[in-house]
């Protein structure tokens, strides 16, 4: 897909996290929907539970587009999926310029270095509560604070009266700034959210009529024909090969316990012609007994502890597969392969034993960066000395890894981190999510 055409788009970003953008996001892309268009939706930067949210409100895989992970031909192979959309819709992370302070593949990891790189303006949405003309100000700030990037306008969020809507306007107008839309306060736009953010889009109890709710509320109070107008964009970086799947016959655990992996890495195993085989452990399925690799990824087994240890038909199979054949988890799926996990009242439930790890939720302590793994042994697609980089989130806390180490793991400022995965015959965990295999 080398000369695939990328279409247009925008990066809808803001100053920090917490401002509406996503609520803005998902309204933006099924209205645009609504009118007709075929809308490619992305995420900028190391997120596994805004794509699926984007891909119920446009209807096509949202996947992550990450200037710290990838280099430049994964990041055109992942843009190069855009193609056949009319307009592409991303969403930033965190604030628009918000990085780590190593560079990575291609960059620091920022929403703004995703929009340059795509040639997308972006869209500012500014929560203006407490403040009137001076939001004019830190948008300026962030107009004008790195010339490569074209700002296309803002939005103004949680406006409280026409009164404060016409100042804030008269401090844009000021500053040169389009003010693409006013949305007014309202309690109830803000979607659910646990200790990772947002609860997955499977666990919304009406996601579809919430995301119908924000797409009318953002048709009533923002210009979407000037949006449509704004949309800018420039062909992609020359397209690299997506990730290789690690086996031909892969059983995925798929359910509200096991959910995150970055769509980027399904497309490519799927692309090369692996069967992906999901499998449910909270419904006690067992992996398909033809498979040639059982993956588990991460998600929130801590909320299932209990249903996961009387999961016996899961567990066995499970058991009975890493006799013979490989079996890996991330995160979540790393812990359900551990002896045992403590959930946040202190209550132990025993896991696979597959591996000797033990973590607990009863204390939590925040786990949160990229990662740069060196194979210390072969794990799944990938033999020893190979380098990886990931993400890590999460909260638990390791009480014991009697195991080997998989790997040395570093930040992305290259200090050691001690989360090491580990592994025993034929079983290997991480606490990281993969993202990409690194230049060694």
Known sequence: MTDARIPPGLLVSAPASGTGKTTVMLGLLRALVEDGLEVQPFKSGPDYIDPAFHRAASGRASFNLDTWAMDAGLFGAIAARAAGADICVAEGSMGLFDGVATRGRAGFGSSAETATAMGWPVILVLDVGGQAQSAAATALGFARYDPDLRIAGVILNRVASPRHERLTRLGMERAGLAVLGALP????????????????AVEHPDLERAI???????????????????????????????????????????????????????????AAGAEILPFSPLADEAPAAHADLVWLPGGYPELHAGALADASTFLAGLRRHAGTRPVHGECGG??????????????????????????????????????????????????????????EFHYSTILDQPDAPLAHVTDADGNPVPE?????????????????????
């Open 334 to 391: 790393y812990m359900a392969l551990g002896q045992a996990l403590i959930d946040k009242d202190g209550a132990r439930h025993e896991m696979a034993g597959l591996l000797g790890l033990v973590t607990s939720y009863e204390t939590r302590k925040f786990h949160l960066g990229y990662r740069r793994a060196v194979l210390a042994r072969p794990m799944p697609g990938h033999p020893a000395g190979a380098a990886l980089r990931g993400h």
């Open 420 to 440: 090491t995965g580990s592994h025993r015959g034929h079983v290997t965990g991480t606490f990281f999510h993969l993202i990409a295999e690194d230049a060694p």
């Open 185 to 200: 306060r309202r309690g109830d736009l803000a979607l659910p959210e646990r200790h990772l953010g947002l609860i997955q």
């Open 212 to 270: 119908a709710g924000y797409a009318a509320f953002l048709r009533e109070h923002v210009d979407l024909a000037a949006i449509r107008r704004a949309a800018l964009g420039r062909q992609a970086a020359a397209a690299g090969p997506l990730p290789r799947p690690p086996a031909q016959r892969i059983a995925l655990a798929r359910d509200a316990a096991f959910s995150f992996t970055y769509p980027h890495l399904l497309e490519g195993w799927r």
